[in-house]
């Protein structure tokens, strides 16, 4: 492809790019395919000879987009946003074409100074601790990336701290001796960091309200130290996964500075990009105590994936974990200038500073402070809606965009409920547990959601649940999918397992990320749920339907590959 054709190809793809953005109401929420349905569509050997982009982008149309899950779907209401706008898009397309890999300020001078000066600005609107600071910001790749990285610093820090005493033993006579610590309202990436670091990790329960309290904390620390085990480190949440809670900073900080080497990361993937706005900054407060601190603009901020910000207080016991200087990478303004090489697991780095630079110019924090506004009043009606049907119940403290909310009956009720909503395409949502109670995710996730947005998606919701539970006889005309078991497990994100396998899952600690299924246990289902409620899913996957709903469904098989049948496809199920 030469220039004068990617000018022409470059303006074609910004036509099709707008294009999907416009239309995107107009298609199926997720895709109707089963796992492995690309490799039937596509040669299983690379092409020897150059191909003609048209029919490159033919492809696109007929294989490609029919299998993808629309994330800016206006009734995208699963996980937490994807940033997504024009200015980042735009941002983007110019990094790829600077191509440039800034490892260091050598490497790429403007990369690294405009990603120090916009962490600067962000830390500043957010409101984080400037005064004596010695720290910094850096971007990196995800959450999880910055807990891993913080909690390698948190690592480097407490050994040091041992060798004073010990300074010829090895670095990993140590690691038995560390412990973590995170509510079980943490996300699973401080599980896997503990994991990859080899250090022990002790998950609490957080009190009714999804916070991890001093008491709790004090207590398990008390208990490793009595056992000869030192605390190094405490994720803290702001804004968790299953249900947007906080936690109180002002309890933890000072139990985590009264110990000589424990490092406090506060995570608020989500809901830290919200302190932006004045009104909710006190969220933020205690947060002098803590070491890091991580948002991902590419969550709430209207910044394309990958741009997760994290902020040390010291930079310096940072980068101490971190530093491999061999000689082709030094330069001779190493010392007059931040490599942010030194700032975290990968040397090579994207110009991922211009699109949280173009978006924070193009929008203004004004700008952004009412998108942010938007979503949470948006939020809070969707959260009235609910509590006006007196067949649900909502059961988180609604404070930001998201809302936890259930049907009054048996979780397997609800799960039933979630597999209708999302097998039928026209809303995507997903599970998690609260209060040990199966509940249902609402976010608002769409840079221009609208209150109608919210009312449809009730609708969609109400719908299916008074036919759920034989409130509205069942419309003559109403046509979907048979509702196999296997089905109702697929979309409700569930998984089932034999009573024993529960039981022992039940008694690990592991934390949910919102995106490995939920386990039920099919023997626990069969002893709990009465028979009116049990045959639910038999009912609906036996609806007698009319004559032109079975040519329908024969003629449409195709489309409805969703019919897990061998044991390699039930356990991918598809999420």
Not at 400 to 421: E, I, Y
Request: net charge neutral; glycine share 6%.
């Amino acid at each position: 492809m030469d220039v004068e054709e990617f000018r022409t190809r470059g303006k074609e793809m910004v036509d099709y790019i707008c294009e999907y953005m416009t239309n995107l109401g107009n298609k199926r929420v997720t895709p109707d395919v089963e796992p492995g349905y690309l490799r039937k569509l596509i040669p299983s050997e690379a092409p020897y000879e150059p191909e003609e982009w048209d029919n490159i982008m033919d492809d696109v149309d007929k294989k490609v987009m029919p299998g993808v899950t629309h994330w800016q779907h206006p009734r995208f209401h699963a996980y937490f946003p994807s940033g997504n706008s024009y200015p980042s898009i735009l941002a983007d397309m110019l990094s790829d074409a600077i191509g440039c890999i800034g490892f260091s300020w050598a490497a790429s001078p403007a990369c690294t100074e405009l990603e120090t000066i916009v962490m600067d600005w962000l830390g500043k609107a957010i409101g984080l601790p400037t005064k004596g600071s010695r720290g910094g910001g850096v971007i990196q790749t995800s959450a999880s990336e910055c807990v891993l990285v913080s909690m390698l610093a948190a690592r480097n820090q407490a050994i040091h701290y041992l060798k004073r005493n010990k300074p010829h033993v090895e670095d990993n006579v140590f690691l038995p001796k560390l412990v973590g610590y995170c509510s079980r309202e943490a996300h699973s990436c401080v599980e896997k960091a503990a994991k990859i670091l080899l250090v022990k990790l002790r998950i609490l329960d957080p009190d009714e309200n999804g916070k991890l309290r001093k008491e709790t904390l004090m207590d398990a620390m008390e208990k490793d130290k009595a056992n000869g085990l030192v605390p190094f480190f405490v994720s803290a949440i702001l804004g968790s996964t299953s249900s947007c809670s906080f936690d109180n900073l002002l309890e933890i900080g000072p139990v985590c500075k009264s110990e000589p080497c424990c490092w406090l990361h506060v995570d608020a993937a989500y809901a830290g990009n919200a302190f932006i706005c004045p009104e909710l900054k006190h969220y933020l407060r205690g947060i002098e105590y803590a070491d890091s601190f991580n948002t991902n603009p590419n969550k709430w901020l209207l910044v394309n994936f990958d741009c997760s910000c994290l902020w040390v207080r010291c930079r310096i016991r940072l980068t101490r974990a971190l530093v491999v200087d061999p000689l082709y990478l030094q330069h001779a303004n190493s010392d007059e200038a931040i490599d942010y090489r030194h700032w975290g697991i990968p040397l090579s780095r994207r110009f991922r500073s211009l699109k949280l630079w173009f978006v924070i110019r193009k929008y203004g924090i004004s700008g952004l402070q009412k998108y942010i506004r938007n979503h949470i009043k948006l939020a809070k009606h969707f959260e009235d809606l609910v509590r006006q049907d007196a067949r649900f119940e909502v059961v988180n403290d609604v404070k930001l965009g998201l809302v936890c909310f259930r049907l009054l009956a048996q979780d397997s009720v609800n799960q039933t409920l979630l597999a209708m909503v999302n097998a039928s395409g026209k809303l995507h949502m997903i599970p998690s547990m609260v209060k040990n109670k199966y509940i249902i995710r609402f976010c608002v996730t769409s840079e221009n959601a609208t209150q109608e947005d919210i009312e449809h998606a009730w609708r969609i919701i109400t719908e299916h649940a008074s036919e759920l539970l034989g409130i509205l006889p069942q419309k003559e005309m109403f046509v979907r999918p048979p509702l196999t078991r296997q089905k109702s497990k697929r979309f409700s994100f569930t998984r089932s397992v034999s009573k024993e396998m529960y039981k022992r899952s039940k008694s690990k600690s592991n934390l949910h990320d919102g995106a490995t299924p939920i386990l039920v246990a099919d023997s626990d289902e069969e002893e709990t749920t009465p028979p009116e409620n049990d045959d639910i899913l038999d009912a609906l996957t036996n609806i007698k339907m009319s004559d032109d709903e079975e040519v329908f469904n024969k003629d449409c098989g195709e489309d409805y590959r969703i019919h897990p049948t061998t044991p390699k496809e039930i356990a991918c199920n598809g999420v």
